[in-house]
């Protein structure tokens, strides 16, 4: 096990959640404090709020990734007796970097939309709204034959040769490399001033655009050679589809019964319901967040209700007259990314040999209570 550096693991967060899934103008990535420092404890919280920077404070955390930036508009200044300047100060006082992933978590494979249907016990899950198509590139590398094994491992353990459910896809056929080693070179086989040929496999694989570099770093220092010799190609088929929200299926119950399911799954004491209670329930979407602008895709594909935040009364009339039933839960229930980052984030850490301790926050941000 060694340390590892905020850098370090913001790499590893963002193989996760990709900066390039978040929406256009959202704003992301780090926003308070700096990265280039040894990392002991790493908090996850869905709000920074001044009561969650003083948990940041006493738990000794270094680095704290939050779903909603704390920064969202412009700042003209950063002044230490207004609420916002004066948690900056506190933050940056004590040395706590803040990082935010907001649409691009909620996009994410496994991220806020996954965790919700998770939990809502949704069948066959797809994507709600596609907000994002990922472009794939053909990767073409040639080893010597006794590292092939060990390349195509490593190709298909970062992302690689992912087809449908099936992972690791690759296609190999042997041949013979040659190469003449110059001056100054330091080959693995064959020796400087000669022309060698070796026995060679190509591999050929396929990788989504976001990964690529990752899959060529960890390919090239799992590679023999000095240089690598490797082939990236554009390919036009087309990749998988990401996006926010998700629809599913669950068996068949009223929608009152479901409203008691939401309530017991997402840990929330009341939900507001769109709808009468006796019609029946069986496919369901569920948007995290503030989904209002989206209930009709949940109408078009077939959602007989929609589960998400914030709904606004105008849009509850809206629904009712298109005949699309609605709960919603609250905002605060993307809470649920807490857990659920913690549990990926420490996984991804400790395959990495990083020895970090990554928490949830346990400040309680929904703003609402019901009386
Ligand atoms: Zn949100």
Do not use: W
């Amino acid at each position: 096990m060694k340390k590892a550096n905020g850098h370090e693991i913001i790499q590893l967060f963002e193989q996760f959640s990709p900066k390039g899934l978040a929406m256009e103008g959202d704003k992301i990535g780090l926003q308070i404090g700096r990265l280039n420092k040894k990392i002991d404890n790493v908090m996850i919280a869905l709000d920074v709020l001044e009561e969650v920077i003083d948990e940041a404070i006493e738990r000794n955390v270094q680095l704290i990734i939050a779903h909603h930036p704390p920064i969202f508009r412009s700042l003209k200044n950063v002044l230490t007796d207004t609420v916002q300047g004066r948690m900056i100060e506190k933050l940056l006082k004590n040395d706590i970097a803040v990082y935010a992933a907001h649409t691009n978590l909620d996009v994410a494979a496994g991220g806020v939309n996954d965790l919700l249907a998770d939990a809502l016990g949704l069948g066959n899950p797809e994507v709600l709204v596609p907000t994002y198509e990922t472009k794939l590139k053909k990767l073409v590398v040639f080893t010597p034959a006794s590292h092939a094994e060990e390349i195509r491992k490593v190709l298909g353990d970062t992302g690689a040769g992912f087809i449908g459910n099936y992972s690791h896809c690759s296609f190999s056929a042997d041949g013979t490399g040659r190469f003449l080693p110059g001056e100054k070179t330091n080959p693995y086989i064959g020796q400087q001033g000669r022309l060698e040929s070796v026995d060679e496999v190509r591999i050929e694989t396929i990788v989504p655009e976001h990964l690529l570099k990752r899959v060529v770093t960890a390919m090239v220092k799992a590679h023999p050679y000095e240089e690598v010799a490797y082939d990236i190609f554009p390919v036009e088929n087309k990749g998988e589809v990401l996006g926010l929200g998700r629809i599913g299926t669950v068996k068949e119950m009223t929608l009152g019964e479901f409203a008691e399911r939401v309530k017991k799954a997402l840990e929330v004491d009341k939900v507001r319901v769109v709808g009468d209670l006796s019609s029946r329930v069986k496919k369901v979407a569920v948007l995290g967040g503030d989904g209002n602008k989206y209930f009709m895709s949940a109408k078009f594909k077939g959602a007989d209700v929609y589960i998400t935040g914030d709904i606004y009364y105008h849009t509850a009339h809206d629904a009712m007259m298109q005949g699309l039933n609605m709960i919603d839960p609250g905002h605060n229930v993307e809470k649920i990314m807490k857990k659920g980052l913690t549990a990926t984030l420490s996984k991804m850490c400790k395959e990495s040999g990083y020895e970090v301790e990554i928490f949830p926050s346990e400040v309680n941000t929904d703003p609402f209570k019901f009386i």
